[in-house]
């Protein structure tokens, strides 16, 4: 399975002109660059811009979708809208959603819902909170997450679904999870998977790593944590850095 790496712009950057300039330094530099899967999740604005001949190269993701198809919800985007624009992945239940937007783990649950009925793959993001982590709730955090995110989720459905394991701590704070924290909480998520499915759905269950991902780190995440790929927040907004972290995940 080729490592998958994901960029997470966020809400970066400020105009147009300089996220052509990103994407464009970026497909250059993955040009010769063989066995890695490579996502770019700009803000929706930028996406209709995205060169949709370069999608064998660099496919194209979204940051989040609205729980229905279409109708009167203002500055909603629907998972239609996504697929139509050439989107094949869309990131849902981020921390920064959570936390900012109030998203409960019943919301996420509509929006993995509809995002897997338009035939989108949903990176699915757990993580507990530097709270949870110290009073040992982490695993439980985790359980609760998952349950519920992916209730009445069938087996067939759940194949096209990729699990984004972020602890929130972790999240720009330039204090990145170590590789054997990672790699336990990524075996907790494929046992968890196993009981709600089973061991064969769980062994084929691409977990990926998001939390201060940079060069220096990404391989370890992949090769000792033995983490399916990453989800890259601010490194992912350097060219360079991005490039970096492809080449050193490259099999």
Same mark, same amino acid.
């Given at each position: 399975?080729?490592?998958? %790496?994901?960029? @997470?712009?966020?809400? @970066?950057?400020?105009?147009?002109?300089?996220?052509?300039? /990103?994407? #464009? /330094?970026?497909?250059?530099?993955?040009? !010769?660059?063989?066995?890695?899967?490579?996502?770019?999740?700009?803000?929706?604005?930028?996406?209709?811009?995205? #060169?949709?001949?370069?999608?064998?190269? %660099?496919?194209?993701?979204?940051?989040?979708?609205?729980?229905?198809?279409?109708?009167?919800?203002?500055?909603?985007?629907?998972?239609?809208?996504?697929?139509? /624009?050439?989107?094949?992945?869309?990131?849902?239940?981020?921390?920064? !959603?959570?936390?900012?937007?109030?998203?409960?783990?019943?919301?996420?649950?509509?929006?993995?819902?509809?995002?897997?009925?338009?035939?989108?793959?949903?990176?699915?993001?757990?993580?507990?909170?530097?709270?949870?982590?110290?009073?040992?709730?982490?695993?439980?955090?985790?359980?609760?997450?998952?349950?519920?995110?992916?209730?009445?989720?069938?087996?067939?459905?759940?194949?096209?679904?990729?699990?984004?394991?972020?602890?929130?701590?972790?999240?720009?704070?330039?204090?990145?999870?170590?590789?054997?924290?990672?790699?336990?909480?990524?075996?907790?998520?494929?046992?968890?998977?196993?009981?709600?499915?089973? !061991? @064969?759905?769980? !062994?084929?269950?691409?977990? /990926?790593?998001?939390?201060?991902?940079?060069?220096?780190?990404?391989?370890?995440?992949?090769?000792?944590?033995?983490? #399916?790929?990453?989800?890259?927040?601010?490194?992912?907004? #350097?060219?360079?850095?991005?490039?970096?972290?492809?080449?050193?995940?490259?099999?």
């Amino acid at each position: 399975m080729k490592p998958l %790496i994901v960029a @997470n712009w966020k809400m @970066n950057p400020t105009t147009l002109a300089e996220a052509k300039r /990103l994407s #464009d /330094l970026i497909k250059k530099g993955i040009k !010769r660059i063989r066995n890695v899967e490579v996502v770019i999740c700009p803000p929706f604005i930028y996406l209709a811009t995205s #060169d949709k001949r370069q999608a064998t190269k %660099i496919k194209l993701g979204a940051q989040d979708c609205f729980w229905e198809e279409k109708g009167a919800f203002t500055g909603g985007i629907s998972p239609k809208m996504l697929k139509n /624009l050439g989107c094949e992945y869309v990131i849902l239940g981020h921390s920064e !959603r959570r936390r900012y937007f109030s998203e409960t783990d019943e919301m996420i649950n509509k929006k993995i819902k509809v995002a897997l009925k338009a035939k989108l793959k949903p990176i699915f993001c757990i993580g507990e909170t530097e709270e949870e982590r110290n009073r040992e709730e982490a695993q439980n955090v985790l359980k609760i997450q998952i349950k519920k995110g992916l209730a009445k989720i069938s087996k067939k459905e759940i194949k096209n679904l990729i699990f984004a394991y972020e602890p929130v701590w972790a999240i720009g704070t330039s204090n990145p999870c170590d590789q054997s924290t990672a790699q336990t909480m990524s075996l907790l998520i494929k046992k968890i998977i196993s009981q709600l499915y089973n !061991r @064969n759905i769980a !062994r084929n269950t691409r977990v /990926l790593y998001g939390g201060s991902v940079n060069s220096e780190n990404a391989r370890n995440y992949i090769k000792e944590a033995r983490m #399916d790929g990453l989800l890259v927040g601010g490194a992912s907004l #350097d060219a360079q850095e991005f490039i970096k972290i492809i080449e050193t995940v490259s099999p």
